[in-house]
């Protein structure tokens, strides 16, 4: 049950009478009431703050809000306060904590921390001034009052310092040897049963106070069901929820970032830059690689052609139709050309055109001689045929 029941976090300022009715015996007996006040409390920074006034005709502040946060400190200093005698200034003492006490300045915290302001008087006495006016302001701005009377203590100063309702807020011992009773009194008062603490809350995961309630939560990399109880591991590449320029690769309630082909990934492990693919060694083209935005194509070089599987050349045919400009013939040379002519034709200077040859009419002597033979027996028939016609 320890444990399970926290108070809850406060502003708490101890408002001690330590006038001349208060025997030194007497007062170490209060002194013992704080001490074991302070054990049951939740004391932190962030939790239970302490202060502690001492009065008298005279207030003075002990030590404020912003002192300690440790118990063993605040238990060192409740043992070395010393009574002030004389005097019952207990209006004087209540407004003193307003103007010193519950300031930002000695460690209060601002309002919009909804942490509650809380006082709480021992006297065994009868204020000596006008107390009720300044307990009615303190209420009003916001500060609890619990009162407490020793022996002589007059009840009806105590109910008019006291917050309602008074049968909560108004406590009174016969004397201060039995004041550590009202302990447990104030541990119940100022408990929050810390469910978290329990076992009982449902919570898949984790488990936050607030107050006599508690709420769900998750680790890093879950998030909480509709439910409110159960959690689901995040998507952390879900838009929004990382930081990659390009691609996001979930790993384990984190990620990692990649980059689309063509482009590499930068030293900040987010952003991404465009890559050479026509570097050595990161394209499989056979002669020419052509960058082109993060990515590359395949060429050839002058003579060759890209074959279908757009990586590999061939020598092209340079005698091919459209790809010379012989007018009559191309004889291919390798990965060159050169131009020639039909029968009959010769080719002109310009090594492309051709022109008709000239035929030569020159015969040789003796081809000449057996001619005129041929000839001459010729017309010595057609003399004979002529004259037998005649007959």
């Given amino acids: 049950a320890d444990t399970a029941c926290k108070n809850r976090p406060l502003d708490l300022v101890f408002i001690v009478d330590s006038s001349r009715s208060v025997r030194p015996e007497e007062f170490e007996k209060v002194k013992i009431f704080l001490s074991e006040m302070i054990d049951t409390l939740d004391v932190g920074e962030r939790t239970t703050r302490v202060a502690v006034m001492n009065y008298a005709s005279t207030v003075k502040v002990e030590f404020p809000l912003r002192s300690y946060f440790d118990k063993a400190s605040m238990k060192e200093a409740v043992s070395r306060i010393e009574p002030l005698s004389a005097g019952t200034m207990t209006g004087l003492a209540i407004q003193t904590a307003m103007d010193e006490v519950f300031t930002e300045e000695m460690g209060t915290r601002p309002a919009a921390s909804n942490i509650p302001k809380v006082v709480i008087v021992v006297t065994d006495?009868?204020?000596?001034?006008?107390?009720?006016?300044?307990?009615?302001?303190?209420?009003?701005?916001?500060?609890?009052?619990?009162?407490?009377?020793?022996?002589?203590?007059?009840?009806?100063?105590?109910?008019?310092?006291?917050?309602?309702?008074?049968?909560?807020?108004?406590?009174?011992?016969?004397?201060?040897?039995?004041?550590?009773?009202?302990?447990?009194?104030?541990?119940?008062?100022?408990?929050?049963?810390?469910?978290?603490?329990?076992?009982?809350?449902?919570?898949?995961?984790?488990?936050?106070?607030?107050?006599?309630?508690?709420?769900?939560?998750?680790?890093?990399?879950?998030?909480?069901?509709?439910?409110?109880?159960?959690?689901?591991?995040?998507?952390?590449?879900?838009?929004?929820?990382?930081?990659?320029?390009?691609?996001?690769?979930?790993?384990?309630?984190?990620?990692?970032?990649?980059?689309?082909?063509?482009?590499?990934?930068?030293?900040?492990?987010?952003?991404?830059?465009?890559?050479?693919?026509?570097?050595?060694?990161?394209?499989?083209?056979?002669?020419?690689?052509?960058?082109?935005?993060?990515?590359?194509?395949?060429?050839?070089?002058?003579?060759?052609?890209?074959?279908?599987?757009?990586?590999?050349?061939?020598?092209?045919?340079?005698?091919?139709?459209?790809?010379?400009?012989?007018?009559q013939v191309c004889v291919r040379d390798d990965l060159s050309y050169t131009c020639d002519c039909h029968q009959g034709y010769t080719l002109n200077p310009d090594r492309k055109t051709c022109s008709r040859a000239i035929t030569s009419s020159l015969v040789t002597t003796e081809e000449s001689c057996k001619c005129e033979a041929i000839v001459a027996l010729q017309d010595s028939v057609t003399s004979r045929l002529e004259a037998l016609s005649t007959k």
């Fill in 125 to 327: 006495g009868r204020p000596q001034d006008q107390v009720q006016d300044v307990a009615a302001s303190a209420r009003t701005a916001g500060i609890e009052i619990y009162a407490v009377g020793v022996d002589r203590a007059d009840m009806q100063s105590l109910r008019i310092m006291a917050s309602e309702p008074l049968d909560e807020h108004v406590f009174y011992v016969e004397t201060y040897g039995v004041i550590e009773k009202l302990t447990s009194r104030f541990r119940e008062t100022f408990c929050a049963v810390n469910v978290c603490a329990l076992g009982t809350h449902g919570c898949q995961q984790l488990c936050v106070s607030d107050g006599p309630s508690h709420l769900c939560d998750c680790y890093e990399g879950y998030t909480l069901n509709p439910d409110k109880r159960t959690c689901s591991a995040v998507d952390m590449c879900a838009p929004g929820r990382h930081e990659c320029d390009q691609i996001c690769v979930s790993n384990n309630r984190s990620y990692v970032c990649d980059c689309y082909e063509g482009y590499t990934l930068n030293p900040d492990k987010k952003s991404c830059s465009a890559m050479d693919m026509c570097a050595p060694g990161r394209h499989d083209c056979t002669q020419v690689c052509l960058s082109n935005d993060g990515t590359y194509s395949c060429g050839c070089y002058e003579g060759y052609t890209l074959n279908p599987d757009k990586k590999t050349c061939s020598a092209a045919d340079v005698c091919a139709p459209g790809r010379h400009d012989c007018e």
